[in-house]
């Protein structure tokens, strides 16, 4: 009989294995391209885009790596419109993928790669801080209130968004802009119900929501 807890353990594994195997196989197809193309002579342009593409690579194999030590939750919000909502803001920036790409001047290009280079390494950090805390979903497993989330409640999609927008460049327009704002608009149902379920989980999240912002200080 398999005791509860390796049960609990597996099961929240195996919800999220189907991003597991996303990652590692998005991991699996950038590291060769990133060898490819530092064994060409290199450009501003050709340096701004290995940059992003390892700084994603790190990303994804951070996330993956918390997918498995992170802390079982405390409390799930229930009902399938959280889990939606999750889902859809998490991943509707992978609709940009199927549009044509598109190569702008040299200043454009650097803008929009220079977005996801800060964006990623920023998503990178603030992952780490939240560590054992991880989850797509809104859950509840710890509570994080300090280094990056001392001033907002959600930098990590702050980072993600800014990642969308500088990613959007390279994509035909106007089409690539609409999937990047249908993924901002996305957020914030997804920021409500992830609100929602720490604040029934941790009494202390209702004084820490009142002095801080929820995405960008001072804006909102």
């Not at 807890?5 to 294995?17: E, F, N, P, Q, T």
């Not at 700084?55 to 993956?64: A, E, K, N």
Request: with cysteine.
């Amino acid at each position: 009989m398999i005791p509860p807890a390796v049960k609990a353990r597996l099961y929240d594994l195996g919800a999220a294995s189907p991003l597991i195997v996303w990652y590692a196989m998005a991991v699996a197809g950038l590291v060769p391209r990133i060898g490819s193309e530092l064994a060409q002579p290199m450009s501003l342009r050709l340096f701004l885009q290995v940059t992003a593409e390892i700084v994603t690579v790190v990303f994804l194999g951070v996330q993956m790596l918390l997918f498995f030590i992170r802390r079982l939750p405390l409390a799930k919000e229930e009902g399938w419109l959280p889990r939606l909502c999750a889902i859809v803001g998490a991943n509707l920036p992978l609709a940009l993928l199927a549009l044509p790409r598109v190569q702008h001047g040299l200043a454009l290009t650097a803008v929009g790669y220079v977005l996801v280079i800060a964006g990623t390494a920023g998503a990178v950090i603030i992952a780490l801080w939240l560590g054992r805390g991880f989850s797509i979903l809104p859950q509840a497993r710890r509570l994080v209130t300090d280094g990056p989330y001392r001033r907002i409640r959600h930098p990590l999609y702050l980072a993600e968004q800014l990642v969308t927008f500088g990613s959007m460049w390279q994509f035909q327009q106007p089409w690539s802009a609409l999937i990047a704002l249908a993924s901002f608009a996305a957020q914030f149902p997804r920021m409500h119900f992830e609100e929602h379920i720490l604040a029934r989980t941790f009494p202390e999240y209702r004084a820490y929501c009142a002095r801080t912002w929820r995405l960008v200080p001072g804006l909102y």
